[in-house]
Every structure is written in structure tokens, then in C-alpha cells.
């Protein structure tokens, strides 16, 4: 019987049925056709469910084994004994029936000839053991008739430690008391049945070894039964001393430390000063580099253990890559190809299911089943990411929640909201209760967009935010970003702080009486509007009578803009004005959708301008009074221009990949430009400095720090409509009278392991050259730039540059580009 899914031993099993799993490096099935043949018995039909093409394929006819086999597969699950009724054709005279995925050496003809003694209709194999819970629980006369059983009971329904091993014989007449194509089981069905029928079937109790690998627990524990020689199973290769086993074609390099019993398989490879300690089963063609050592632990076939990493009582599945330094602890299982990365380390019972990542550095100590991989580090590029009810799930929101509020201060106040998705909302529920449960406050803001968060952080006591959101780019991802006390993006240092207790699952846990409280704060919408329009100048927008197209994108900023525009005395025609929880996000397509329809709208009732809002309130697109499209560059460089005429003295910050337009018109004003980073973490910390009056990116992000020092795209619409009133010029002969600027950008793939290599190269490349090192390696030469960006969350480098042409740009950019393909590849 060969059926089974063997769920209870997954992950080895999530892509093989369990006969196939291996057992001192065969699969376990192989183990039962051998013991069946020891015993005479060659013509075997195998009973097939789950991936039947997997056992098949290996065992074929079995003429290898000097048996002949044939298959009956189930389309659906009939249970045990209707499999064996849809196999009847092959059934004509006295036959035996066993599981594929036992590992036994029970004396089969023992069992034969007692039931032929008994002239049984059908015989039960029993078995004492320790623990009966697990089993079906047999009583027997002392003529060997079964009186009583009873499938898998409770210690108060134990009436005998005499076990049903599954094993039985049975005539052909059996089949008349098993319905056909219906599900039918033996212990359940069958042999209540046949009691009731008065045909009782009888037990021989047997001694020898019996050992259902149910769990990931018996699997190992069978293993070290076959090295103590408890059962008669004899690995393959050549015993030496200390009961070790080494198969054909393998190396062992003579400064290994072996402690028998071992078994190692066929083409190993092991190095130099490496430890294979007691119980070790290595699986075929596995490599295992200088001075790893590995425990009581099985590695399954074609793997890599690098070198000095650590293996303490696990399962590696098959073609696994398990790199230098790493370290797999007590009960760890790992599933077929798998890759864990330098260093890593996965702690005990963890379990990461096949064909999954662990970061390089991460440590895991929860198992991996639908997340994609294992993350050295949560945050990225968005905050904590990832897909929804898959990475970004209420367990991790919980337990991200109580590291964050461990790191905080017990009884401060945290900000809290989110967007109008469900998902969301049930990711922020998770959040409020970890923060909670480390006797943190929330301050529960519901649905609203991030810069009302970040603006009642930083006007309030709050020691820091959290918004959840869809990611603008991807209906599957979740975002969830953290703000400081000053209500921007916490820094890399607060970042690790988190990751930290969170890995360490260091968490406080408060009292009952300090649990935190969940705050509704009233009127915070109306509390941002009013500190907004004190810092605009309403009456010049009312004077100008601006007639403007809003898209909303059916985002959040709809809640509160109407608030503003009544106060701004414009003309507005709303677009997409409601939230929607299935239009959070906009697709490429989408979003060129909604510019045309801006652009048409703008040309139709004859506006000053149209603006499109992101859904999180924070980017801003604009069409001009012709219906034309304002590129990112252009309408950065336009607030640039904007901002040094109108607001006061000070400094403007823009990330290193803009162009050097902005010096050139920051130079005209007398001011000066502040490169950053290319974050908006990087921008936002610019923006606290006292000296710093704009700050902009490319994206459509763009930050006015005497209100807020972060992207806030209803404080970008208020200022345009200003620095609008005040030019008193239409926004496209402003835009048109720009300087000319050529940007080009390509990414280009590395791997992680080449990214120094290539940075270390560049720089010598770049010797004679000035060269900028505040993200990534900016080299300059005669009227053009390039930067060089390694990725930290992808194997990429980012390429841009700017030269006096479209075509020059392109061309230093696919310089550099051929440049790194060309270190990568060697």
C-alpha cells in the first residue's frame, strides 16, 4: 500500500509520497519489497494515490529488485481496504498486504503460516509496544481470535499494549464483505464487520522490529534504530570499524573526525578537518566542505554543507545548499532545494518547506511554509513587505508589534492607521494588539492617509507611528511602515533594534493592569487641515480663483481634501473621489488610464491644471492647463525653481540620481544643493535640518519641512496652487522654460557574492577620476556623471547617468552596465 501523503511528515513529503522517502539512502518502500522477497513472496501489486508517477517511475517493473510489479492507482481516496478492492483483479488466491511506508523486519512467513494454521479468513499482524496511542489497540483469545480493538484510543480506553501493525493476510473471499468505489477502511469498517458477521479475524503477535514513520520524530528515531542494529536492515557500502558504512566512489579526506555509527553514501565528498559525528546519515553524491560538522543528522542526496557550518540533530532534504557558516539546529527540517544562506540560522524544530530562500545572516525561528524565504533582515525599501496572508501574515504583524513596543518605552503612545483594504485592516488589528500586549497606547487614526499620521506624530506626543497599506505597485503586497517621533521613517538603527528583539523573540510582557489602551482621537483630520492651511497662503490661492481637475485614485486623500478645497475657494472637478479597497492599487496600464482621462478632463472644462493623488497621499502627477503630461524630472525642477524664489532662504535637498539641472538652478538663486542618499528615508532625515526649505525626488515624492518633513501630496497640491499664484504665469510656459537635462537608467543583474567585487573594481577604475561615495560610487567626467547603485534588497546594480544628449547618457549607462556583466560573468 503506497498511497499515503504522509502530511504529518512534511516537509519531506510535499513533493513525494512517503514510500519514497529515504531511508539510510533508499527509499523506504525499497526496504519493504526486500523484506517481501527475503520471504518468497516476488509478485507484488503496489497500491498508488498521491504523485503515483514518482514511485512508478523509480521502480518500473521491478525486475531490478527480482520482483514483478504491478500498479492499481485510486483516482479518488477509497480509505485502506477499498485500495486493496480496486486492485481485486490481481488478488486470486492468499495474499498479504503491507504498507510501503513501514520500516519493519517482522518474519512474514511466521504470519503466513499461522493464518494457513488458522484457516483465517483474515489474520492481523500484532505487535506490543510502549506507547499504543498511536495505533489501533488489539485484544486476542488465547486460540488467537480477535474479541476486541479499538482505532487509536485515549490512555482511558487502553485495555492492551498489543498493537495493529497494519500488516495482514487475507483470503480472496474478503472482498465480498468491501464495497467497491467507495471509501472502505480496514480497522474502522472492515474488520467490525466481519466481528459482527461472527467470522472474527484472528491475531498472530509477532517480535522483531515495526516502526510507522509517522512524524519527522520517528524518522529519525528509525534511523538510529537501524545503526544500533535493532533492526535487520543493512545499510549499503563497506562496514568498517565503529559500525561505519561508505559507499562506492566516496572520498573522505583523512583529517575527518568519524564517530560511528555512520552511514555514508555513495560519491560523498568530504573535507578536510570536518566532523561527522554519531547517527549521521549522509545521502549520495552529498558534498560536505572543510570543517563543517554535522550531529545526528540526516542530509539527503545530491546536497552541500559548506564549510564550518553546523548541523545539530536535523534533516536536510535533497539538493539542498546549505552555505559556509551556517548553523541548523535540534529538529530543524529542511525541504528539497532549499538554499540557506551564509551564516544563517535556523533554529530548532523549524521547518522550511522545499524550494525556499534564507537570506544570507537571518536568523529563523519560525517555520517557513508559505512565505517565500527567509529574511536576514524585515525591513526593506518599503518597511516590513511582502505578500499578503503569505510573508505579511496576523502571527508576524503580532510579534513585529511586541519587538517594536519592547524597544519603546512601557506606557507611551503609538499612531496607528491604515488604508481602506481589509487586508489591511486586519494586519493593523494584529499590530494594535502586540502593541498592546507590551503595554504600549494606540492611538487608532482608522482609515487615513500616512501624512496625517506622520503630522499627528509630530504636532503630539506619540513616540512613533505605524500605517499599513496595499503597496501601490502590487494588490498582493502589504507595506507596513514605522515613523518615528518625528513622524518620518525610522532609521536603520531603530530598524535593527526591532529585528533584534524580533529575532531573538525577546519580547516584554506587561501586566495585566498595565495592558495598553486603544485610543479613538477625535477630529484629526480637521487638526491637519487647519496646521495645513496656516501654512499656506489661502487668501492669494482664493484670489486666484484656480480651476483645478483632482484624481484621487480612489484613495484616502478623498476623506479629507474636500476640507481643504472649501477653504482654498477653487474650482474642482473630482475624479475617482471614494475609497475602494479593490483600487488601491493601479497598475501601469491603469495609471496611463487615469493620466488621459486627467488630461482630457483638464481640456474639457478648460482648467489651470490636473493633479492626480496616489492612493497613499503621498505622490503627486500633474497635466498642465494644455493637457499635457509634467514628466517627474520636470516637475521636480520646477518646485526647485518655485521653492528658491519663494520660500525664503535655505538649502534644497534631491537625491543623487536627479540631474545636475537642479545646481544649475539653484546656483541662479543663490542657493545651495544637498545630495542624499536615494531613499526617501535619506530625503525625510535631509529635511529636519533647520537650513533645508525643499526637499524632492524624481518619483513624484516632495516635502515641505516647515509643515512636515515628509511626502505629503495634499501639502504638494496646496503649494503648487501657491507658488502658481504667485508666478502668475500658466504652469506650461513655467514648465517649458525649464532648462534641457538627459537622464538615462538601466538596471543590470549581479549576484550577491560579486557585489564587492565589482564596487572594489569600479573604484579602481575610477582612480584618476572625482568620485562621490554617499550611496553607491558616483564618477564624473566632462559634462557627465554616472552612479553605480548596488541593490540591498536584489542581486542588481542600478545604473544612471546624464550627459549633454539622450544618446550620450544611454551610452554611459551601457558602459558601466557591459562593465558589471562582464566582472559578474567572470
Known amino acids: 500500500m503506497a498511497g499515503g501523503e504522509g502530511t504529518r511528515l512534511r516537509p519531506l513529503t510535499s513533493n513525494q509520497p512517503k514510500p519514497m522517502v529515504s531511508m539510510v539512502n533508499k527509499p523506504v518502500m525499497e526496504h519493504i519489497i526486500k523484506l517481501l522477497k527475503g520471504h518468497g513472496i516476488t509478485d507484488i501489486v503496489v497500491t498508488l494515490q498521491f504523485l503515483p508517477q514518482v514511485i512508478k517511475s523509480y521502480f518500473g517493473e521491478g525486475t531490478d529488485l527480482g520482483v514483478t510489479l504491478s500498479y492499481s492507482i485510486e483516482e479518488t481516496p477509497l480509505g485502506t481496504a477499498g485500495s486493496v478492492k480496486n486492485a481485486e483483479r490481481h488478488l486470486d488466491e492468499t495474499f498479504i498486504v503491507i504498507s510501503g511506508d513501514v520500516v519493519t523486519d517482522i518474519d512474514i512467513s511466521q504470519v503466513i503460516d499461522f493464518h494457513k494454521k488458522k484457516k483465517s479468513l ?68 472492515l474488520f467490525p464487520l466481519l466481528l459482527k458477521e461472527g467470522k472474527p479475524p484472528c491475531g498472530c503477535v509477532v517480535e522483531g522490529y515495526w516502526c510507522d514513520i509517522g512524524n519527522v520524530q520517528q524518522y529519525i528515531q528509525a534511523h538510529q534504530d537501524i545503526l544500533e542494529r535493532k533492526a535487520k536492515i543493512e545499510p549499503n557500502g563497506i562496514k568498517m570499524l565503529e559500525n561505519i558504512w561508505v559507499g562506492k566512489g566516496s572520498f573522505i579526506d583523512p583529517t575527518v573526525d568519524l564517530s560511528g555509527p555512520v552511514v555514508i553514501g555513495q560519491n560523498v565528498k568530504i573535507g578536510a578537518g570536518a566532523k561527522v559525528g554519531k547517527y549521521s546519515i549522509i545521502g549520495n ?17 545530491n546536497s552541500f554543507v559548506g564549510s564550518q557550518a553546523r548541523l545539530y540533530g536535523c534533516v536536510v532534504g535533497r539538493s539542498c545548499n546549505v552555505k559556509k557558516s551556517a548553523r541548523l539546529e535540534q529538529g530543524v527540517v529542511i525541504g528539497d532545494e532549499c538554499n540557506i544562506g551564509e551564516s544563517a540560522v535556523v533554529n530548532h524544530d523549524v521547518k522550511i518547506y522545499p524550494f525556499k530562500v534564507v537570506d544570507a545572516g537571518a536568523i529563523v525561528n519560525t517555520s517557513i511554509i508559505w512565505e517565500s524565504r527567509g529574511m536576514r533582515s524585515l525591513f526593506g525599501k518599503q518597511g516590513v513587505s511582502g505578500l499578503i496572508n503569505i510573508d505579511i ?17 512601557k506606557d507611551t503612545h503609538v499612531m496607528v492607521s491604515r488604508d481602506a483594504n481589509r487586508a489591511s485592516r486586519m494586519i493593523k488589528r494584529a499590530i494594535v494588539a502586540g502593541l498592546n500586549a507590551t503595554g504600549i497606547h494606540c492611538r487608532d487614526l482608522r482609515v487615513a492617509p500616512t501624512c496625517i499620521n506622520r503630522f499627528n506624530i509630530h504636532t503630539s506626543r506619540c513616540v512613533g507611528g505605524v500605517h499599513v497599506r496595499v503597496s501601490p505597485f502590487d494588490p498582493q503586497f502589504l507595506e507596513i511602515k514605522f515613523f518615528d517621533s518625528e513622524g518620518i521613517d525610522i532609521d536603520e538603527g531603530t530598524q535593527r533594534n526591532i529585528e533584534r528583539h524580533y529575532f531573538r523573540e525577546d519580547y516584554r510582557r506587561v501586566f495585566y493592569s498595565e495592558v495598553g489602551e486603544v485610543l479613538f482621537p477625535a477630529r484629526t483630520t480637521q487638526f491637519y487641515a487647519d496646521g495645513l492651511l496656516k501654512a499656506v497662503d489661502k487668501e492669494l490661492i482664493r484670489d486666484a480663483k484656480f480651476k483645478v481637475v483632482v484624481d484621487y485614485a480612489y484613495g484616502s486623500a478623498s476623506l479629507m481634501m474636500p476640507i481643504l478645497i472649501g477653504n482654498l475657494g477653487c474650482d474642482v472637478v473630482s475624479l475617482h473621489a471614494f475609497t475602494d479597497e479593490d483600487k488601491t492599487t493601479i497598475s501601469g496600464e491603469e495609471f496611463e488610464e487615469h493620466m488621459r482621462e486627467l488630461s482630457n478632463t483638464v481640456s474639457m472644462f478648460k482648467a489651470d491644471l490636473g493633479i492626480l493623488i496616489d492612493s497613499a ?19 521636480l525642477h520646477l518646485l526647485v525653481r518655485l521653492a528658491c524664489l519663494f520660500e525664503g532662504k535655505g538649502k534644497i535637498a534631491v537625491p543623487l540620481t536627479t540631474s545636475s539641472v537642479v545646481e544649475e538652478i539653484a546656483n541662479r538663486h543663490g542657493r545651495k544643493v544637498l545630495r542624499t542618499k536615494v531613499s526617501p528615508k535619506a530625503l525625510m532625515e535631509a529635511s529636519l535640518r533647520s537650513d533645508v526649505i525643499f ?106 547617468a546624464e550627459a549633454d544628449s539622450d544618446k550620450r547618457a544611454k551610452s554611459e549607462v551601457n558602459n558601466y552596465v557591459k562593465f558589471v556583466t562582464e566582472i559578474a560573468e567572470s
Not at 508576524?396 to 524597544?407: D, E, F, H, N
Open 617 to 635: 497621499c503621498e505622490k503627486v502627477y500633474l497635466v498642465d492647463e494644455r493637457g499635457r503630461d509634467v514628466s517627474p524630472d520636470d516637475l
Open 695 to 800: 526637499a524632492g525626488a524624481q518619483g513624484g515624492g516632495f516635502i515641505f519641512p516647515k509643515f512636515l518633513p515628509s511626502y505629503d501630496a495634499t501639502m504638494t497640491f496646496c503649494k503648487i496652487l501657491e507658488f502658481l499664484a504667485k508666478a502668475k504665469n500658466p504652469l506650461s510656459k513655467l514648465i517649458d522654460s525649464l532648462p534641457e537635462y538627459h537622464l538615462a537608467h538601466r538596471s543590470v543583474f549581479c549576484p550577491w557574492e560579486q557585489k564587492g567585487l565589482v564596487m572594489r573594481r569600479l573604484m579602481e577604475r575610477a582612480k584618476d577620476k572625482k568620485v562621490e561615495l554617499i550611496d553607491g560610487i558616483k564618477i564624473y567626467d566632462t559634462h557627465r556623471w554616472a552612479l553605480v547603485l548596488p541593490d540591498p534588497e536584489e542581486p542588481i546594480f542600478r545604473v544612471y
Open 393 to 409: 501574515t496576523p502571527e508576524l504583524a503580532v510579534r513585529l508589534a511586541m519587538a517594536y513596543g519592547t524597544y519603546l518605552s
Open 122 to 189: 483474515a489474520t492481523l499482524t500484532l505487535k506490543s509496544v510502549e506507547n499504543p496511542l498511536e495505533f489501533g489497540v488489539v485484544i486476542a483469545d488465547k486460540d488467537g481470535q480477535i474479541q476486541k480493538f479499538l482505532e487509536k484510543p485515549t490512555w482511558g480506553e487502553i485495555f492492551s499494549d498489543t498493537i495493529n501493525t497494519g500488516i495482514y493476510v487475507l483470503e480472496p473471499e474478503i472482498f465480498d464483505y468491501i464495497p467497491a468505489d467507495k471509501p472502505f477502511d480496514f480497522s474502522k469498517d
Open 285 to 301: 553524491n552529498v558534498i560536505i566542505d572543510k570543517e563543517a560538522q554535522t550531529y545526528r543528522s540526516i542530509i539527503l542526496e
